[in-house]
T-cell receptor, first 113, second 115 residues
Framework: NAGVTQTPKFRVLKTGQSMTLLCAQD?????MYWYRQDPGMGLRLIHY???????AKGEVPDGYNVSRLKKQNFLLGLESAAPSQTSVYFC????????????FGDGTRLSIL | DQQVKQNSPSLSVQEGRISILNCDYT??????FLWYKKYPAEGPTFLIS?????DKNEDGRFTVFLNKSAKHLSLHIVPSQPGDSAVYFC??????????????FGKGTLLTVNP
């Protein structure tokens, strides 16, 4: 009964390094999302996917890339990490868009030094 | 421009009393409204939702009210319990066009229920 699993849970990077955050869901959901949460900012959508092989930009996509090669996985990449990308990243999935509830993972806390 | 606003960063309530969390929105295209609860070091969890064709939805101790003309919704928790202490996020989505897939979140309200 895993739901949405995010890997890793914590990571510290140096400016300019790259990394990939992995999100896996076992609910056969079509839609997947990446958010970032910053103090006093709520959750902001970075990128999302409405099905395998599709991706689209959200509210704050700059500096990030994503891929959805398999239905159950949604990867978020930082090509050249910047201190402004220090945040908590949440992945979510849903069976449909719109008003369907999204199921969230427990987050990845990322610090860029 | 913030489309979903939760103007109270925090709220403190006594156990057993009612908690009322408020949310305002500006986008008239929003059709669905959801409330999420978030504990520290965990992801948000879905609590309750309401469609714009309704003005009230109830689930146990949780009731959401929607006033579409005022673009305002509220979450009532009765009676409040210490385990309800968490950050509550209001979220909204549309049902047509480009906003169909996306939730727009408010900044959250920290609810503290005191024993």
């Amino acid at each position: 009964n895993a739901g949405v699993t995010q890997t890793p849970k914590f990571r510290v990077l140096k400016t300019g390094q790259s990394m990939t955050l992995l999100c896996a869901q076992d609910m056969n959901h079509e839609y997947m999302y990446w958010y970032r949460q910053d103090p006093g900012m709520g959750l902001r959508l970075i990128h999302y996917s409405v099905g395998e092989g599709t991706t689209a930009k959200g509210e704050v996509p700059d500096g990030y890339n994503v891929s959805r090669l398999k239905k159950q996985n949604f990867l978020l990449g930082l090509e050249s990490a910047a201190p402004s990308q220090t945040s908590v990243y949440f992945c979510a999935s849903s069976s449909q868009g719109g008003g369907q509830p999204q199921h969230f993972g427990d987050g990845t806390r990322l610090s860029i030094l | 421009d913030q489309q979903v606003k939760q103007n109270s960063p925090s709220l403190s309530v006594q156990e057993g009393r009612i908690s009322i969390l408020n949310c305002d929105y500006t986008n008239s295209m929003f059709d669905y409204f959801l409330w999420y609860k978030k504990y520290p070091a965990e992801g948000p969890t879905f609590l309750i939702s309401i469609s714009s064709i309704k003005d009230k939805n109830e689930d146990g101790r949780f009731t959401v009210f929607l006033n579409k003309s005022a673009k305002h919704l509220s979450l009532h928790i009765v009676p409040s319990q210490p385990g309800d202490s968490a950050v509550y996020f209001c979220a909204a989505s549309g049902n047509s066009g480009g906003s169909n897939y996306k939730l727009t979140f408010g900044k959250g309200t920290l609810l503290t229920v005191n024993p």
